[in-house]
């Protein structure tokens, strides 16, 4: 129910029965002392407010009433004494006012009375849960951001994918054993369509170069995050499911130098700014020359540890300039990448295994189960 | 793979770095040691080597040997190989090349009057050091015929073949199976052969899958007393088709596929020859050489390239020291590596070359290949780290703004973000999709249970949601934005759809925090928050009856909505059906939903807008009315927007209680809140009044009316 705040209409004071003709000092006096037997008990702001309004309201308070009644009718005689009387009762009302509105407030902060509003503040806080966003993405739009600033835009394509963009285009001609490095799970229904028709589930996210290089002349910068798949058997360390985020830039004299430049900064924007980059040939159809990027031991500061083998590296991405014959297949679409004109560099590496060593997650496993204890650690 | 750095050593006489650093060294060159062992005083170290299936050449000794050389710059002489006197003989071994597609070339040795003994036995420097090489190795020894072939292949990488003379009839063809023909490889395995397969045959019937595995009945036995030593060239497709179709990979099929050296037939006839006969006997005869010229131009002879400096530069970029690369840094590494250089007549910033490739390498064909080597073996870490410039902007897709928006919302409400697999089982495909036929299946699942690409999300969120139930986490906030597939086989489309699973209480933790149990209303605020990151005209919620067939199976139907965006259908939520809920043993109420985000993409995302913000008093007034159970939320809500009262700000059902004393059946109470404030002025009583007296007369209209003006509540 909504509490009216109390005005002065509402003072329920009772009229002073008096007539000025009787009216001596001991009135004056039994009043000065009902005032001042009231203001003593005067303890809350709320009592102290009602004691203003009995005494002193404008409309209904007793001295309002006490001037009307006696003040006014007075003898003319007797006025002046009434009147200074009346005086002395309502500076001495207002003086107890004012001394119980400062008692009022210093009751209500008394020492004691907030010390029986004490509370234990070393009782956990109340928490409202918060949502976490998934490590993978967390990772994920880490590295878009941070490609952001070298000026790569994000280029997505579909998870089914045909057999030319995932391979052939990729340079992995049809029945090359470097295939086989990449266990394919196919679409159902596929055999009597052309090989390079043949619709797969992307094993890499490299089939988005090819892609953005059609659709787009160069120069080009992109950075592809992306779920990819492969017919593994899961392990603690292999998943069917996995992501990549792969990078491609096209230009006028882009170089090997650029290439490790490049992932020299992405790494150490990643890792930390003593994190140390190194490179090593490998062997990618998609590019020549290829490398793979192993970085100092982010958990023995490259002393060598369990981690990383007692190496002091941990191999983490691979790399290399694009394959001129992936140009090729570009130029079919759009004849600016000629490959003796333009040349880029390409590298992808897995989301997984770096989020799992930031984080510290041991079982790739876990990253698929949406166990809420999982994931409410990032939140 | 494993080297022993004692055989290189004695393949390089003048090697003098420690074994810890020719690992280190070949390891930046790309043949990576992954491990060193240390084999004891005077072995050396074995390396365990991973090396990249491009590079088959040095996957042996010798290759080893060969970039070792290359590296330092050392000389590595050529592996001489010491045989017997030849016998002539009367008549030289017939071998005829059919499938001259697929077989380049074909070596033959007779050897007559071997004998077929352990290889320790055997007094002989190739057999003695052999033996001690395998020992190193762990490799066990077999016979000597059989070890001569693997001592060959470890050091030099060409597989040959020693067939039991004895029991070939004529000659040898190298063909195509025929037609229900069939062969007991090594293995035991009796193969039907395919008419694609490539064999080695005699007169009468196959002998060998060329390339892949020897027969059964030809093997090398103890009372093997000719033999004849086969080494030759396979083409790498049809040595790979062959393979795979019987689903084998030995190491002969692994070499050939990946492309044997046309040039080492010979010198891998001579060791296995030269070691067989170190336990006696003789050659019979000159070796049988037939060659098909079309696959030696190919491999062997193959057209000298260019190579430009300047391409190399271009290419490669900065090093770290000044000099950089030039011809003089060059020359020794492609030479070292078997190319012969002719130096064109140019500048020297502008050095040409003509390079003529070796038979070992057919991975290099191309002048970036040249340039690979060159980058390779000068060092990657020699190289400097620089920035290329760029002069362009980033762009930003819509999706991923959108994605995001969602995402930020969810995770505002508490939900975690997951992500669950792609793929469902053919029920669960059939359950989640209304039109089955719209699923797409795998053609080589990894399981049963997996066989489909996911047509709906859910499935992988209930399986999710379930994992935590059944894990006894009480409480679950879970989304995923993932994508989902349909079409058919033929043309695969995809989707990208939000997934909302809960169960349990809110999780609000703390000593004076209560709990709440999650309900419909709570998944449905998340929808609709969901929904208002996007500025549509209009969305709202409705239910079917059971009989129309339209909610999905998957849903309570009596707790399930359908999401309307723009007048597109955006998704459905709801409570789990209690039937699947005990299918999974599921024993809290589980709440789902599923967005279609691909229709609603299209919306553009709302912008924040700001309004004047009325510097009047606002004053609220409480309805508790007593409704009909037909008239629904929406209807009064409707009413009350039609009343068309500015002043209106606000309102909402505060409370809703369908049974209880003074509630007749067929009726519901409700409290309605409204709240009232004019821009312009303070509003008086009179007009709250006629206000009020509007909102009770749009009740009645709905056969509804006033139980009381206000209270505390309905009760």
Request: aromatic share 8%; with cysteine.
């Amino acid at each position: 129910m909504m509490t009216k705040k109390m005005d002065d209409r509402d003072a329920n004071v009772e009229a002073p029965n008096l007539s000025a003709q009787n009216v001596d000092a001991s009135e004056f006096e039994k009043l000065e002392a009902e005032a001042r037997s009231g203001a003593a008990e005067l303890t809350t702001a709320e009592a102290v407010e009602n004691f203003r309004l009995e005494w002193l309201g404008r409309k209904q308070g007793r001295l309002k009433l006490l001037s009307e009644v006696w003040l006014q009718h007075a003898p003319v005689e007797q006025k002046r004494l009434i009147g200074q009387r009346f005086n002395a009762l309502k500076t001495v009302v207002e003086g107890l006012l004012d001394e119980a509105v400062a008692r009022s407030r210093n009751t209500g902060w008394s020492d004691e009375a907030l010390r029986n509003e004490q509370l234990d503040v070393t009782l956990p806080g109340t928490r409202r849960p918060m949502g976490a966003e998934h490590p993978i993405t967390r990772t994920m739009n880490e590295l878009v951001t941070i490609f952001a600033g070298l000026g790569y835009s994000v280029g997505v394509g579909p998870e089914v994918e045909t057999d030319f963009y995932n391979f052939e285009s990729m340079n992995f001609p049809p029945g090359h054993p470097a295939r086989d490095t990449q266990d394919t799970l196919v679409v159902a229904g596929q055999e009597r369509r052309s090989q390079r028709d043949r619709l797969l589930l992307r094993t890499h996210t490299s089939p988005v170069q090819m892609r953005t290089m059609e659709q787009q002349a160069p120069p080009v910068r992109i950075v592809i995050p992306g779920k990819v798949h492969r017919n593994d058997a899961a392990d603690a360390t292999h998943s069917p499911v996995f992501h990549q985020v792969e990078g491609l830039c096209v230009d006028v004299g882009i170089t090997f130098s650029d290439l490790k430049g490049t992932l020299d900064y992405a790494m150490k924007a990643l890792f930390g700014s003593s994190v140390k980059t190194r490179f090593f040939p490998s062997f990618f159809p998609f590019t020549e020359p290829s490398a793979d990027v192993q970085i100092s031991c982010i958990f023995c500061a490259g002393k060598g540890c369990r981690k990383c083998k007692h190496s002091g590296w941990i191999e983490l991405l691979g790399c290399g300039m694009v394959d001129p014959a992936v140009f090729a297949f570009a130029a079919e679409k759009q004849p600016d990448y000629d490959a003796r004109k333009i040349s880029g560099f390409a590298f992808g590496m897995g989301v997984e295994r770096i989020a799992m060593m930031k984080y510290g997650v041991s079982d790739i496993g876990q990253f698929y189960a949406g166990d809420m204890r999982f994931l409410e650690q990032f939140a | 793979m494993k080297i022993l750095t004692i055989w290189l050593r004695t393949l390089l006489p003048q090697l003098t770095v420690s074994d810890a650093q020719l690992g280190e060294d070949l390891t930046l060159r790309g043949i990576a040691v992954e491990g060193i062992q240390d084999l004891g005083a005077g072995n050396g170290s074995l390396f365990e080597m991973d090396i990249t299936t491009n590079r088959v050449d040095a996957m042996n000794h010798h290759g080893v040997a060969r970039e070792v050389a290359t590296i330092y710059g050392l000389p590595l002489p050529t592996i001489s190989v010491q045989m017997p006197t030849v016998r002539p003989s009367g008549v030289p071994f017939p071998v005829s090349i059919e499938a001259d597609d697929a077989c380049g070339r074909f070596t033959a040795r007779v050897l007559r009057d071997v004998r077929i003994a352990p290889t320790g036995e055997v007094r002989g420097p190739m057999s003695e050091f052999a033996a001690r090489m395998f020992t190193l190795l762990e490799q066990k020894p077999i016979s000597n015929a059989v070890d001569a072939s693997n001592f060959a292949w470890l050091a030099m990488g060409h597989p040959t073949h020693t067939f039991d003379l004895d029991r070939i009839t004529g000659g040898i063809v190298v063909r195509r199976a025929r037609k229900g023909e069939s062969l007991k490889t090594l293995d035991g395995v009796e193969r039907m052969l395919d008419s694609e397969d490539l064999i080695v045959a005699d007169a009468e019937k196959p002998l060998a899958l060329a390339g892949v595995m020897g027969g059964w009945e030809t093997m090398i036995t103890p009372a093997t007393t000719h033999v004849l030593v086969e080494a030759a060239w396979f083409d790498p497709i049809a040595v790979r088709r062959t393979a795979r179709r019987h689903g084998l990979h030995t190491d002969a099929s692994h070499r050939f596929e990946r492309g044997a050296d046309f040039n080492a037939a010979p010198l891998a006839s001579e060791i296995v020859s030269a070691m067989l006969l170190e336990n006696g006997g003789s050659v019979d005869g000159e070796m049988i050489d037939v060659r098909v010229a079309t696959l030696e131009k190919r491999t062997a002879s193959r057209e000298p390239i260019m190579l430009a400096l300047s391409e190399v530069h271009r290419l490669l970029g900065k090093t770290i020291e000044p000099e950089g690369i030039s011809a003089t840094t060059i020359e020794p590494v492609l030479r070292g590596l078997g190319c012969e250089l002719r130096r064109q007549p140019s500048s020297a910033n502008s050095a040409q070359w003509q390079v003529t490739l070796p038979s070992w390498r057919l991975d290099v064909e191309r002048e970036i290949d040249l340039i690979e080597e060159v980058a390779r073996v000068y060092g990657y870490n020699r190289f400097a780290n620089t920035l290329p410039s760029f002069a362009g902007s980033v762009k930003v897709r819509s999706e991923a703004e959108v994605e995001a928006a969602v995402s930020v919302k969810l995770r505002a409400a508490g939900l975690h973000q997951a992500i669950g697999s792609t793929f469902c089982s053919m029920e669960e495909a059939r359950l989640f999709e209304p039109q089955p036929e719209m699923a797409v299946a795998l053609g080589n699942p990894l399981s049963a249970e997996a066989g489909m690409l996911r047509p709906s999300l859910m499935p992988s969120m209930l399986a999710m949601v379930a994992g935590n139930l059944h894990r006894d986490v009480a409480d679950v906030r879970l989304f995923e934005m993932g994508t989902v597939f349909g079409g058919s086989t033929d043309r695969v489309e995809e989707r990208t759809a939000l997934a909302l699973g809960l169960a349990g209480s809110d999780a609000t933790e703390g000593v004076f925090a209560q709990r709440r149990e999650l309900n419909f209303f709570d998944l449905k605020g998340m929808v609709e928050q969901v929904v208002e990151c996007f500025a549509a005209r209009s969305f709202y919620f409705d239910q079917f009856a059971p009989g129309e067939k339209l909610t999905p199976e998957w849903l309570h139907p009596w707790r399930a909505a359908r999401l309307t965006v723009d007048g597109m259908a955006a998704g459905w939520l709801g409570e789990l059906h209690p039937r699947l809920a005990a299918e999974r043993k599921l024993k809290k109420r589980v709440l789902i939903a599923e967005i279609y985000l691909h229709r609603v993409q299209g919306v553009p995302l709302r912008k924040p807008k700001s309004r004047e913000i009325s510097r009047y008093q606002p004053v609220r007034r409480d309805f508790s009315l007593l409704m009909p159970r037909h008239v629904n939320w929406a209807a009064l809500n409707s009413a009350l927007t039609g009343l068309n009262i500015a002043e209106m700000t606000e309102w909402c059902a505060r409370e809703v209680l369908t049974a209880g004393a003074g509630i007749p059946g067929e009726s519901y109470a409700l409290l309605l809140g409204a709240t009232f404030q004019a821009t312009d002025r303070t509003l008086r009583e009179d007009e709250l009044q006629e206000f009020a007296a509007r909102i009770v007369a749009a009740v009645e209209k709905l056969g509804g009316r006033l139980r009381a003006e206000s209270g505390n509540g309905l009760q």
